[in-house]
Nanobody
Framework: QVQLVESGGGLVQAGGSLRLSCAAS????????MGWFRQAPGKEREFVAA????????YYADSCKGRFTISRDTAKNTVYLKMTNLKPEDTAVYYC??????????????????????WGQGTQVTVSS
């Protein structure tokens, strides 16, 4: 079992940047594909970005392409979401999630919430206009 803790959220002006971190404990993240999701007030949680177990493949929601970058550091057992050119519509609670996978090549990523096994508690990102 893996425990996930997000950090790095905060208040930022439109056009600014933030880097979210998702630190894992209880297990090594090298066995998991990872994803970031977000939930804005009054809206359902939605997919943001995903990265394969090896880090060799990644995928982004259209609204985040070109602005967000997902990465992982095996040595630190941490996954990151670098967010640039932030917009007010990016305001949400951001969650990281882990999907246990036997994908031997490590190139499969997952974009659906139901596919993930473990979730963090979330970190608030607020973008002011």
């Amino acid at each position: 079992q893996v425990q996930l803790v997000e950090s790095g959220g905060g208040l930022v002006q439109a056009g600014g940047s933030l880097r979210l971190s998702c630190a894992a404990s209880g297990s090594t993240l090298s066995a998991y594909a990872m994803g970031w999701f977000r939930q804005a007030p009054g809206k359902e949680r939605e997919f943001v970005a995903a990265i394969s177990r090896s880090g060799g493949s990644s995928y982004y929601a259209d609204s985040c392409k070109g602005r967000f970058t997902i990465s992982r550091d095996t040595a630190k057992n941490t996954v990151y979401l670098k967010m640039t050119n932030l917009k007010p519509e990016d305001t949400a609670v951001y969650y990281c999630a882990a999907k246990g996978t036997a994908d031997s090549r490590g190139y499969i990523f997952y974009t659906q919430q139901y596919q993930y096994d473990y979730w963090g508690q979330g970190t608030q990102v607020t973008v002011s206009s």
